[in-house]
């Protein structure tokens, strides 16, 4: 397979390439005025898990009040199209006509579509957004929002010289809870931030897996150059198009998957849009089945002004696949306490105690304990299936398409945890410390 070296000074002319075929597309399309009583008709782009276990209910718990519809599904695999007929149809999420298109040109050439959601392979998510924006289509996009950073500066340059409404799937930013931590550092209370400190861990050896359907698809039931955009070309991988999330270049796996999410309320809650340095290390440890990507993965991340080195904090994460102890953990520290977003309660834990104060001439700091007010939350629906956070994060989608409003989880959130995710490979990858350039947004390797 290519280096990551010749992946990335391949990756931009490649990337280029892609804005051009586009306008193709952009020039033969059609995109009507909605009014506020048309049914708004979206295109499912890839008939994934994602979409299939938790989208597609999300969508389906609000799309008769808002007035939505599916209307058609793109995917590379044949399988994978009268799947998604199927199962839209057999619960009746769609109008009678369900369009199965072989491709996002031949979805996008439509009159009837009027809006997608895209679920496809990491790697594909910033190339097939810059498709459906330029086609004039409002776009609700999987995160990562891009997995390189040519594609991801490609995909935030097309979404905001557009008036199309995009929203990042990164749910957290719907979530009250998250809403709520974020209004209370805003507000002043917390003190500033000294520490975060989070963990993703699983103990599952078929994460990401896909074994039965490795040993069923065929080259001939696909569209291998499709599905490898602007990656480079190598030989037909069923283990690539169905397990991308363990090979480099198609995914950064632990990264862009999991820290994608929770490095996002990093910036989110901090005002601030990318880290300023980062190492990273870990390694295939466990789990010895031809994979690429890290089963283990830790990185440490200095945050703070770029014009002012004496301020700032740190950030740690780490994730694993084959230990589960510790779970999913979001911790936020002050000198004064912390916040846990897994219980959802500050608290005055680890604060500066009234002891070891006076021994400095000082006062003591300690948050009063408290509970992020979470309000009204959407439980999971019984019928559709949804979960929570995703069923808001949905919504807020919707209704943005309505209002023409800014979603929860713009582009630009997405750029900006796709950065962090793409330094923090690069250091996994070369053994070095990573930085950003802020000033040439870019990337640069001490």
């Known amino acids: 397979m290519t280096s990551r070296r010749d992946f990335i000074k391949k990756a ?41 276990s938790s989208l597609a209910p999300s969508f389906a718990e609000h799309s008769k009040e808002l007035n939505f519809e599916f209307m058609g599904v793109s995917d590379l695999w044949n399988r994978r199209r009268d799947e998604a007929e199927k199962f839209i149809k057999g619960k009746g999420w769609s109008a009678s006509e369900f369009v199965k298109a072989r491709n996002n040109e031949e979805l996008l050439a439509r009159k009837d579509v009027d809006a997608v959601i ?20 409002d776009v609700y996009v999987e995160k990562p929002f891009a997995e390189s950073l040519a594609d991801g500066k490609l995909a935030l ?41 989070m963990t993703w861990n699983v103990n599952q050896p078929g994460r990401w897996r896909r074994k039965e359907l490795v040993e069923q698809i065929r080259k001939e039931d696909t569209d291998w150059d499709r599905f490898l955009l602007n990656r480079p070309k190598v030989e037909w991988n069923p283990r690539f198009y169905l397990e991308y999330r363990l090979f480099y270049p198609y995914s950064s796996g632990l990264p862009g998957q999991w820290m994608s999410h929770q490095i996002d ?31 283990t993965f830790s990185a440490t991340f200095d945050y703070g002004p770029f014009d002012n080195p ?18 999913v953990k979001e911790y936020y520290y002050s000198n004064g306490g912390m916040i846990n977003l897994d219980t959802n309660k500050i608290t005055s834990e680890g604060g500066l105690t009234a002891k070891a104060a006076e021994a400095m001439g000082m006062k003591a700091n300690l948050l009063p304990e408290t509970s992020l007010k979470a309000g009204d939350k959407i439980a999971t629906d019984a019928n559709t299936g949804s979960d ?19 979603p929860n989880a713009p582009a630009r959130a997405g750029f900006n945890h796709s950065v962090a995710n793409i330094m923090s490979t690069q250091a996994l990858h070369t053994g070095k410390k990573v930085t950003w350039d802020p000033k040439k947004s870019d990337i640069v390797l001490s």
């Open 118 to 137: 895209i679920s496809t392979a990491d790697f594909q998510h910033a190339l097939h957004c810059v498709e459906a924006v330029k086609s004039g289509r």
């Open 265 to 295: 309320t990093v910036h989110w809650f901090s005002g601030l849009e990318a880290p300023r340095s980062v190492v990273a290390n870990g390694g295939v440890y466990v789990w010895k089945d031809g994979r690429t990507n890290a089963d």
């Open 12 to 52: 931009a002319l490649a990337s280029a390439g892609v804005a051009v075929s586009v306008n193709s597309v952009n020039a033969s399309s059609y995109r009507r005025i909605l009014g506020a009583n048309d049914r708004v008709r979206v295109g499912i782009i890839g008939f994934s898990d994602r979409f299939r």
């Open 388 to 406: 929570p956070m995703t069923s808001l994060h949905m919504r807020n989608w919707m209704e943005c398409v309505r209002s023409r409003k800014e």
């Open 157 to 197: 340059k097309t979404v905001e010289s557009s008036k199309q409404i995009v929203q990042v799937g990164s749910q957290r930013r719907s979530a009250p809870n998250y809403h709520a931590a974020n209004d209370f550092i805003k507000s002043g209370k917390f003190g500033d931030i000294s520490m975060v400190e």
């Open 310 to 327: 004496d301020k700032g904090f740190q950030v740690i994460y780490s994730a694993r696949m084959h230990q589960a102890a510790g779970d």
